[in-house]
């Protein structure tokens, strides 16, 4: 069965610190692969996607991720984090197979001012 | 606001009852897409439509859910005979058709959510 893991369910860090963010995901065939962030009290949003092509994704507000093939992750960075970046980050991944979508349990970030 | 709208943004029911949730998608959006999601967990998958058409349903979706989409605008989602194991925010997410487009490809919109609780 497909699925979608996120290692880190809590992150705290410093402003300024930089972040990284884990993705990995089963094996499925063609993949789609997103990034999606819940601010607080704010509704889920894009961060990024991946298609095809280039596998270093950039995304808004500076994040990035990078997709490896062949550990099968998809993981998101930002190399100086801010307060206002503290928020939930899910990571997505759509199953061609399945033509279904499959989300992480999230990981919480928080950022100390 | 522009972006997609769910009411009523909190419902509390007792177990057994029925309970209906709407949906008003981004009006130039042809697909919508309904999630749930319980404490602690990502959203999972319902269903989604493509304009009337229900294209996709999840094993999740019992036969006590029930989605429907009528004029390829609104859409409700509806529980019959709650369970508490139906507590959770039910999300509902909107995206352009592009033609030829699968829909992994699409860019969901998500709405605010509504949260169930069944006591």
């Known amino acids: 069965a497909q699925s979608v893991s996120q290692h880190n369910h809590h992150v705290i860090l410093s402003e300024a610190a930089s972040l990284e963010l884990g993705c990995n995901y089963s094996y499925g065939g063609t993949v789609n692969l997103f990034w999606y962030v819940q601010y607080p009290g704010q509704h889920l949003q894009l961060l990024l996607k991946?298609?095809?092509?280039?596998?270093l994704v950039k995304g808004i507000k500076g994040f990035e991720a990078e997709f490896i093939k062949s550990k099968f992750s998809f993981n998101l960075r930002k190399p100086s984090v801010q307060w206002s970046d503290t928020a939930e980050y899910f990571c997505a991944v759509w199953y061609s197979s399945a033509s279904k979508i499959i989300f992480g349990s999230g990981t919480r970030l928080s950022i100390r001012p | 606001d522009t972006g997609v709208s769910q009411d009523p943004r909190h419902k509390i029911t007792k177990r057994g009852q029925n309970v209906t949730f709407r949906c008003d998608p981004i009006s130039e959006h042809n697909r919508l897409y309904w999630y749930r999601q319980t404490l602690g967990q990502g959203p999972e998958f319902l269903t989604y439509?493509?304009?009337?058409?229900?294209?996709?349903k999840s094993r999740l979706l019992s036969d006590r859910f029930s989605a429907e989409r009528p004029k390829g605008s609104f859409s409700t989602l509806e529980i019959q005979r709650t369970e508490q194991g139906d507590s959770a925010m039910y999300l509902c997410?909107?995206?352009?058709?592009?033609?030829?487009?699968?829909?992994?490809?699409?860019?969901?919109?998500f709405g605010p959510g509504t949260r169930l609780t069944v006591l």
């Open positions: 991946y298609f095809s092509g280039d596998p």
């Open positions: 439509f493509q304009n009337e058409a229900q294209l996709e």
């Open positions: 997410a909107s995206s352009p058709y592009r033609s030829g487009g699968a829909s992994g490809t699409d860019t969901q919109y």
